[in-house]
């Protein structure tokens, strides 16, 4: 089973690291880059369906849409930073269209004191520290791999997420993915299900969800405008959808922030 992260996806100057202990990250990808940082024990990777072994002290870098898992061992700590492109403009161009033949890397020894001490331990590194750290991250990283074109599936991925993170409010369907990639609707039906694990609807659905919460955390406005502004048909489908998806109505939630 892959899934995709739509709040991983969307939006611009997005940034959110964390410590996990012995949290295991089932087959999942999305729009923005992740570092990880093993700090002590070890963490078995899968990403692009290659495996390795992170040890305390090592770094990974997965590139944007690369499906990863993360499986660590007892006794394990590990930091993850998942940054959106704005931050690595440069690196983001040199990437674009690429695929690299790795995801292990080993910073110099300066490089990896500067990383601990104004990122991997900074709660809150200003935006200049952060745009130097992920930097530096990017640089070490080509040091350690080569980039070669993607792959035509990794592009189909590509397409449709994009296309998504972009048209989600509007009225879309599964023939508009279809017309974008050029296939039949059936096959790219089948494929949809193959690469994502659900429907189009669902993942649409996820898509407009994340619209909808920032919207009920940053404004004021009445949750049916917030429901017909990230492209819900209905009052009555939003709030269905949203209870099913967090448990709770619409304006539980809203109480509850």
């Known amino acids: 089973m892959v899934f995709h992260q739509p709040h991983n996806s969307m939006g611009n100057y997005n940034y959110n690291a964390r410590v ?9 990808f999305h729009k923005n880059l992740e570092l990880i940082c093993v700090l002590s024990g070890e963490v078995r990777c899968e990403v692009t369906n290659r495996k390795y072994l992170l040890k305390s002290g090592d770094f990974g870098l997965c590139l944007p849409y690369d499906v990863h898992a993360y499986t660590p061992g007892k006794n394990t700590k590990y930091y993850v930073c998942v940054f959106s492109a704005d931050y690595v403009r440069l690196f983001e161009k040199q990437i674009k269209g690429k695929n690299a033949n790795g995801f292990v890397f080993t910073p110099s020894e300066s490089i990896k004191d500067y990383l601990y001490t104004n990122l991997i331990n900074s709660e809150s590194p200003s935006v200049y520290t952060l745009k130097s750290c992920l930097y530096a991250v990017c640089g070490e990283f080509l040091k350690n791999v080569t ?48 690469v994502f694990d659900m429907s189009f609807a669902e993942l649409l659905g996820a898509y407009r969800l994340e619209t909808a919460i920032k919207l009920m955390d940053e404004t004021d406005k009445k949750i049916a405008d917030i429901a017909f502004e990230s492209g819900f048909g209905s009052v ?21 922030t």
């Open 147 to 194: 980039l070669s074109d993607n792959k035509d599936r990794k592009q189909s991925i590509i397409a449709i997420t994009e296309y998504l993170e972009k048209n989600h409010t509007h009225d879309i369907g599964l023939k508009n993915i279809a017309e974008l990639l050029g296939y039949d609707y059936n096959y790219v039906s089948r494929y949809f299900h193959s």
């Open 236 to 256: 009555r489908t939003f709030n269905y959808t949203f209870k099913k998806h967090f448990g709770i109505s619409p304006k539980e939630y809203r109480k509850n």
């Open 20 to 28: 996990y202990t012995e949290e295991i990250w089932q087959h999942h």
